[in-house]
């Protein structure tokens, strides 16, 4: 259903008449007439840029000034009924985008808000023409995966989701303007519509934008099967329009003999939607049942349903077409009653039933949300906050362009978020999340990794373990002698986050010299059973439990990568066990089992110590309330809901007594270990260190600090608890990367 363009009203002499068109502006956004004055100024600013800069003629072709296409988006949005900052973003993009208008002068006179929209949509019009590449590009990836990474990553990128409807306005506008436009550029537009587009103002829920979205690239895509369908619905038009007036009459008498209050009216169906469903159930244009449509609103969910026995009542359903969208929404939030019946004359009508709420969300999907994002009601704040949180799942968008498989051999039970890249050529790579460079460039080729000497994120030289993100534009330096270093394979530091570009490492290694690799790998091993402190080790009995016939098939197998340091690491720690030499055994730390919990299941807390504590039977708290600790004369440590009147009481009589508390897990078995760190001293050394092993859930029971002013050192020894050896080396090598740290090794 192709919409056309309204006019802007015009003045005397020609010009746009910009107080006509806010006012008009005003009464389709509900806004305050304040905000007509801000309005009012940003077309001002708009006209004087483009006047400035002497070009009448925007990208979109003759006739639209960068005013012309600002307004038109404003429309769109009003009708949406979005804000003002949003209104003024839209009006202003356009000068923006093409040069005319200064982005910090946009930020002096509108505010930071109007101006992070600008930036925001610019930032997503980076991906425009990447969704319509040739058949192969040059990195190998198809252009079916190229239009699902360009769509994923459009949506991944979005902070806020005024960001995506102004895209989406500006686009619809796009694909108007190109009605007389040469036939390649029309077509350029209506496949990235297609592609991108149209399935976002899907997802986003908004009806109206996507139908006239998917009609006109279908238009342009498709002529000869657009002009087919729509020749066939004008020809029944009038017998169309008459059957449906029919059918709204009968329907209002029984509903008001019912006593149900009810909006009806006839629903056109798109005419691409029609085509699509000929398609999929490969049948012919009599036998789309809701060619004849027609729709009913009702006050309450349960009018829906009485309605819906009403409508069946009257005529006989049609098998296998009916849908409960009320009890099972669409994943995009979309709500309604479909059934198709026989109606009058044993002609197929598919009738819609919704309240006015759900019709609301079914037309402006998320924006229907967005006038109770900053009201008190928690309800309408709650569906806006999920609205946006569910934008982000982009990973279950496959439904709609069909499941693409991952490159990265990981189960995807445990591959749940990626990341979306450029390359500098502006092709979208999809990678995991915290994904590094030297992953980047084994998943572009194999080459390009071994010979990875280095790699910049947006212009700028980053560590080769740097974390990347998405809509990041990634450079890998090369060199021709470079060589991979092992380290790379250190899964503690953090370089290597995917099999793929672990594999290709491995394989590359296997291929190097075996009196190389046994030199590497002795090395590696030596380094770090010294750094664990670990003695006395025999290594032949190692190298047997391993599977390995030698020492030397040991080196050679860690020095190719085929065997990890760290499984040597857990292996000689179950060969130490044996022998009676492991780690000394501590205490746990900071978890107490409960009493008289009530339940069978064992309930540990955490805060508490090997103190003993118990459920407080006033309020009885169970596992996910927020709860806090009472140190009782006797009893130990009585636990107690946050919200009890008893700790309130206690809180204000004696705080002293007070602890924090909170839910754990059952404790495991943790040895006291020292560890010895040299390093030159700076400032917030101390703190990057207690950083470190709070992220690593490492329990410091001492710590002991010695400074050397002359030499600008100091020597540190950390009692720290440790599940085991694989911990330790863990919290060791990542010790050892941080800025001035010398040296971090287990002390004997």
Excluded at 485 to 497: A, E, F, K, Q, V
Aim: glycine share 6%; proline share 3%.
């Amino acid at each position: 259903m192709v919409k056309i363009r309204e006019d802007h009203p015009l003045d005397e002499n020609g010009e746009i008449d910009i107080a006509s068109w806010c006012e008009r502006i005003q009464k389709l956004a509900h806004i305050p007439n304040s905000t007509q004055v801000i309005i009012i100024k940003a077309c001002q600013l708009a006209q004087a840029s483009a006047e400035q800069e002497g070009d009448h003629n925007n990208a979109w072709g003759e006739g639209y000034t960068t005013l012309n296409a600002g307004l038109e988006m404003a429309e769109i949005l009003a009708n949406l009924q979005l804000d003002e900052e949003t209104l003024v973003a839209s009006i202003l993009y356009r000068s923006v985008r093409e040069n005319k208008l200064a982005s910090a002068r946009v930020r002096t006179e509108f505010g930071d808000k109007v101006a992070d929209l600008i930036e925001g949509v610019q930032r997503m019009a980076a991906i425009s023409g990447t969704s319509n590449q040739s058949s192969e590009s040059v990195i190998g990836l198809q252009s079916a995966e190229q239009a699902e990474n360009v769509r994923k990553m459009l949506v991944a990128m979005i902070d806020d989701v005024r960001v995506a409807l102004i895209k989406l306005a500006e686009r619809t506008c796009a694909i108007r303007a190109v009605k007389n436009a040469p036939i390649e550029r029309r077509q350029k537009v209506a496949h990235e519509v297609a592609d991108i587009f149209a399935p976002l103002a899907h997802r986003l829920g908004i009806g109206h934008i996507k139908w006239e979205l998917e009609d006109l690239s279908f238009r342009y895509l498709q002529p000869f099967d657009y002009k087919y369908i729509a020749k066939l619905l004008d020809e029944r038009r009038i017998d169309r329009q008459t059957y449906i007036d029919s059918v709204i009459q009968m329907l209002q008498s029984a509903l008001d003999e019912d006593g149900i209050s009810a909006n009806i009216y006839g629903r056109a169906k798109h005419i691409y939607s029609i085509w699509r469903k000929m398609r999929r159930k490969n049948i012919g244009f009599s036998e789309v049942y809701d060619i004849r449509a027609v729709r009913i609103l009702v006050n309450s969910e349960r009018d829906c349903y009485t309605v819906l026995g009403l409508v069946h009542s009257l005529w006989r359903n049609i098998p296998h077409e009916f849908d409960d969208y009320i009890a099972n929404p669409k994943e995009n939030g979309y709500r309604s009653l479909h059934t198709a019946v026989h109606g009058p004359a044993n002609q197929a009508l598919e009738v819609q039933i919704r309240t006015h709420k759900m019709h609301e969300e079914a037309e402006f999907g998320v924006c229907a949300h967005w006038r109770y994002k900053d009201t008190d009601s928690q309800e309408g704040t709650d569906s806006y906050e999920k609205k946006i949180e569910w934008l982000r799942q982009v990973l279950e968008w496959h439904d709609e362009v069909g499941s693409v498989p991952w490159d990265d051999y990981l189960p995807k039970s445990i591959e749940q978020d990626r990341i979306y890249v450029f390359t500098p050529e502006g092709h979208v790579v999809d990678l995991p999340a915290r994904a590094t460079p030297v992953d980047f460039a084994f998943r572009i080729h194999s080459d390009v990794g071994i010979h990875c000497r280095g790699a910049k994120v947006n212009g700028r030289i980053v560590p080769l373990n740097h974390s990347l993100r998405t809509a990041d534009q990634v450079e890998v330096l090369t060199g021709r002698r470079e060589a991979p270093s092992r380290d790379w394979l250190n899964p503690n530091l953090g370089y290597i986050t995917t099999s793929r570009a672990r594999s290709k490492l491995q394989q590359w290694f296997k291929l190097q010299d075996r009196d190389q690799n046994i030199a590497d790998g002795r090395a590696l091993l030596d380094h770090e059973f010294k750094r664990l402190g670990v003695e006395n080790l025999d290594f032949q009995s190692l190298s047997q439990s391993l599977n390995l016939k030698t020492l030397e098939d040991l080196y050679a197998a860690v020095g190719t990568a085929d065997l990890g340091v760290e499984r040597v690491i857990n292996a000689a720690q179950r060969l130490l066990k044996t022998d009676k030499d492991e780690l000394p055994a501590s205490s746990m730390v900071g978890r107490a089992k409960t009493t008289d919990t009530g339940s069978a299941e064992d309930v540990f807390i955490d805060g508490v110590g090997n103190m003993m504590s118990h459920i407080a039977q006033c309020c009885r708290p169970i596992p996910g309330d927020r709860i806090a600790g009472y140190i009782t004369l006797g009893r130990g440590v009585s636990i107690h809901r946050m919200d009890c009147g008893n700790i309130l009481q206690l809180q204000g009589d004696e705080p002293e007594r007070i602890i924090r508390v909170d839910w754990a897990d059952a404790p495991t078995h943790t040895y006291t270990v020292s560890v010895f760190i040299e390093a030159f001293d700076r400032h917030g050394l101390l703190r990057d260190i207690t950083t470190l092993l709070d992220r690593e859930k490492i329990n410091v029971s001492a710590m002991q600090t010695l400074s050397n002013k002359t030499k600008n050192t100091v020597d540190m020894t950390v009692q720290m608890e440790i599940a085991d050896y694989s911990a330790l080396s863990r919290v060791l090598a990542k010790l050892n990367h941080l800025p001035n740290v010398s040296s971090a090794q287990r002390k004997i």
